[in-house]
């Protein structure tokens, strides 16, 4: 997850599927639901749009040193969705296909020195500039399945599967109340806690079912549980 050529791997794998998904859509789907409550298909293609332009501006921070937040306010990113959302299925492929470029172009203008600078996320996080690629392929991954074209959580490589579940897990933890967790395992991977693992109870299964059950997602194979669960903060 921080070897951000490896990740970058990741990214134009999903981007590509996105973009077969995207362009495969008629233009009377634009108006369709997503699988995010209150989202048509056309707020989460521009959503995807203008994530793709806020991670170039972080980019484009740590080539420069000049500080560019993801978002010149924190009501951009709900203002510029919403404007976004209705605007024709042409217009919506086209912009999701050349933000995507901007993106890579911003990407490949870095120096080795450059992905270390650090910036800050639209959370507020400093996190160095080599997390950005992996804030993408998220963005990719999951919204494809959540684009409602027939793609499942079985479908992420498996190493960026297995990625997804220790970053969720982690950032979940650090939400439940104390006591409360449970152990993830994943054959051939390992294990990851989330919260206290000892007080809950175990969720096994292939990376892919870990991080659709972890993400609320859907896929071909269900883990298989034992003991007692948290209830899990929803996430993305």
Known sequence: MRDPKRVLGWVEDGQCRLQQAVDALSADEV???????????????????????????????????????????????????????????????????ESAARFWKAAEALSDDA???????GQGRE???????????????????????????????TDLAWALVRDVAGWMSARLDPGIGAELRAEGHGTVALGTPSAGGTVMGPPAALAAWLTGRSGTEEPHVTGELPSLPRWL
């Open 127 to 157: 996190i160095p500039a080599s997390e950005v690629p992996w804030l993408r392929a998220r963005e990719v991954w999951i919204h494809l399945v959540d684009l409602r074209v027939g793609v499942g959580m079985d479908t992420l490589p």
């Open 115 to 121: 992905w270390s600078a650090t910036v800050v996320s």
């Open 31 to 97: 108006t369709a639901p997503s699988a995010l409550p209150g989202w048509t298909r056309g707020h989460l293609l521009t959503h995807l749009a203008r994530n793709a332009d806020a991670l170039v501006n972080l980019l484009t921070w740590a080539r420069t040193g000049i500080p560019t937040p993801m978002y010149t306010s924190p009501d951009q990113r709900v203002t510029d969705i919403e404007a976004g959302a209705g605007r024709p299925m042409a217009e919506q492929q086209a912009d999701v296909r």
